[in-house]
T-cell receptor, first 116, second 115 residues
Framework: DTEVTQTPKHLVMGMTNKKSLKCEQH?????MYWYKQKAKKPPELMFVYSYEKLSINESVPSRFSPECPNSSLLNLHLHALQPEDSALYLC???????????????FGEGSRLTVL | GQQLNQSPQSMFIQEGEDVSMNCTSSSIFNTWLWYKQDPGEGPVLLIA?????ELTSNGRLTAQFGITRKDSFLNISASIPSDVGIYFC???????????????FGKGTKLSVKP
C-alpha cells in the first residue's frame, strides 16, 4: 500500500465554521506533512510531524491547528478561516526526517478548501 | 533563504517531441527530486538524485544532478499526451549530523502536449 488518503476531497466552509481535514497512510512512514497549494504555485510547507511530535511549524496562523493522533493519522483542524485560506491542502508522508530518502514525499490527492 | 529557479515556466510541444527543463539554485543541495502534478491530484515523485553528476532514468524520463550541486535537469523523450501536467523540481540540503533541511520547490514547468 503506497497511498496517502485524504478526506474530504472538497470542503466549503464559512468563516465561522469549524472543520477538519484528515489524512491517513499505512506505509509505516514516521514523518507526515501538511502543505498548502494555491493555483499555479508550488506546495508551501505548513507543518511537519516526526514520530507523532510536531517538528516544524512554518509560522502558520493559529486558525490552523494540526494534530497527529498516531503514526498513521494526521489531522488539520480549521477554525475562523479567511477567504484567502482557500487552497488545495496536501498531506504527505516520508520514511522519516533523516537520511537521503527524507525528501521522497508521498502526497495525497489533496483537499480542495473553499472559504466563503 | 534558498530559492530555486525553474525554467521554462511553460511549454507547448507536439506529441513525439523531446522536452527539457531545468532548475538552478543559488546554494548547493544534497538531494534533487523531480515531481509531476496532474490536475486535481497531488504531486508524484518521478526521480530522486543523491550524488553530484548522477544521471538517472525512469522510462522515458532522465534527470541529472549537476556537478556543481546547484542545478538539475529533467528530460522527457518522445512525449505523449499523458505527459501533460506541472513538473516541479525540489532540492534538499543535509546539515552536518544528518538532519535535513526543508524541501525547497521550484515554481513548476507546465507542459502541454498537442496530439
Amino acid at each position: 500500500d503506497t497511498e496517502v488518503t485524504q478526506t474530504p476531497k472538497h470542503l466549503v466552509m464559512g468563516m465561522t465554521n469549524k472543520k477538519s481535514l484528515k489524512c491517513e497512510q499505512h506505509m509505516g512512514h514516521r514523518a507526515m506533512y501538511w502543505y498548502k497549494q494555491k493555483a499555479k504555485k508550488p506546495p508551501e510547507l505548513m507543518f511537519v510531524y516526526s514520530y507523532e511530535k510536531l517538528s516544524i511549524n512554518e509560522s502558520v496562523p493559529s486558525r490552523f491547528s494540526p494534530e497527529c493522533p498516531n503514526s498513521s493519522l494526521l489531522n488539520l483542524h480549521l477554525h475562523a478561516l479567511q477567504p484567502e485560506d482557500s487552497a488545495l491542502y496536501l498531506c504527505a508522508s516520508s520514511q522519516g526526517l533523516m537520511g537521503p530518502t527524507a525528501g521522497e514525499l508521498f502526497f495525497g490527492e489533496g483537499s480542495r478548501l473553499t472559504v466563503l | 533563504g534558498q530559492q530555486l529557479n525553474q525554467s521554462p515556466q511553460s511549454m507547448f510541444i507536439q506529441e513525439g517531441e523531446d522536452v527539457s527543463m531545468n532548475c538552478t539554485s543559488s546554494s548547493i543541495f544534497n538531494t534533487w527530486l523531480w515531481y509531476k502534478q496532474d490536475p486535481g491530484e497531488g504531486p508524484v515523485l518521478l526521480i530522486a538524485l543523491y550524488k553530484a553528476g548522477e544521471l538517472t532514468s525512469n522510462g522515458r524520463l532522465t534527470a541529472q544532478f549537476g556537478i556543481t550541486r546547484k542545478d538539475s535537469f529533467l528530460n522527457i523523450s518522445a512525449s505523449i499526451p499523458s505527459d501533460v501536467g506541472i513538473y516541479f523540481c525540489a532540492g534538499r540540503f543535509t546539515y552536518y549530523g544528518g538532519s535535513q533541511g526543508n524541501l525547497i520547490f521550484g515554481k513548476g514547468t507546465k507542459l502541454s502536449v498537442k496530439p
